[in-house]
């Protein structure tokens, strides 16, 4: 049996499974401060005999295992959270390997192998909510180099009539600053799901997501693209991206009928958490190949 989490920063996620994928029984806890979220964490996955943890977490975090800081939680806006030691955190409590990437490598890597990307060796998954952020399978692994991906805070170009100054609290005006849901609500002075009508929004949102596929496709250039999180929910804003994507790019490369080729999640709001299965079930077999 393998222990789950996908932890985001509203709430996180909590189950047990198995390699397969199949979820035997979970949790929600809601993400406040560590000295209330974590002890519940254990709590649940006390009742279980597991033989590893998968964690997909919100970010930035340090993923190198030659760091020091290797598997805390950095930089994050969040309270209570920056710097926080979640893998050690994890191994004083649970003596089993832990596996720790980010929430959206986690859930590409479970669209990947059970989702909308299944069989292929290539996608890239993207959240639209609260955040933006994605996550990359290139040649069948997760893609990493000094640190994981951070495709959400790329700069785009400003839409002629968008004088929104932005919402990140690094850039401003980067992608996440610019088309995350804080950054609707505030601009528009209504969360997304009470504008469902407002075609001007869901245009303008499609026109930021569009250009930052265009910059994906042209430089990782993958065979699937999965736009899932809050925002994706509404539907209208695939129509937005189909368009402006296919203005941006101006045939300068070929790309494949676009409503097949950039989906929704085929795990649905199961992605993350199943891919921190597929987590924990590396770290088993790493620690047994030890």
């Known amino acids: ?29 809601p993400t406040t401060v560590p000295a209330e979220t974590m002890p519940k964490v254990v709590e649940f996955f006390n009742q279980y005999p597991i033989k590893a943890i998968g964690v997909g977490s919100f970010g930035p975090i340090d993923v190198n295992p030659e760091s020091a800081a290797y598997g805390h939680i950095t930089s994050t806006p969040k309270p209570g959270w920056r710097d926080y030691p979640f893998v050690q955190s994890l191994k004083d409590a649970f003596s089993v390997p832990i596996g720790f990437n980010t929430d959206v490598n986690a859930a590409a890597l479970g669209e990947v192998t059970f989702g909308a990307a ?3 060796d290539s996608c890239l998954y993207i959240t639209v909510g609260t955040g933006i952020g994605a996550g990359a399978i290139v040649q069948g692994k997760l893609l990493q180099g000094l640190s994981h991906p951070e495709m959400g805070h790329i700069l785009v170009r400003r839409h002629p009539n968008d004088e929104f100054r932005g919402k990140c609290p690094y850039h401003h005006d980067c992608l996440e600053g610019l088309a995350a849901g804080p950054a609707i609500e505030e601009r528009w002075g209504a969360k ?7 075609m001007e929004v869901w245009d303008l949102e499609g026109y930021y997501i569009a250009q930052a596929l265009m910059q994906y496709v042209l430089i990782l250039s993958p065979k699937k693209i999965i736009l899932g999180g809050g925002v994706m929910k509404q539907k209208q804003v695939f129509i937005s991206v189909y368009k402006y994507l296919k203005e941006f790019i101006n045939e300068y490369v070929s790309l494949p009928d676009l409503t ?7 795990l649905g709001d199961n992605a993350g958490i199943t891919g921190s299965l597929m987590l924990a079930h590396q770290a088993f077999q790493e620690e047994n190949q030890r």
């Open 1 to 29: 049996m393998l222990g789950a989490i996908e932890a985001g920063g509203t709430k996180f996620v909590c189950a047990v499974g198995d390699e397969k994928g199949h979820i035997v029984d979970r949790i929600q806890i």
């Open 118 to 120: 299944k069989g292929l």
């Open 192 to 198: 997304g799901d009470q504008l469902v009508d407002r």
């Open 260 to 266: 097949e080729y950039i989906v929704g999640p085929g």
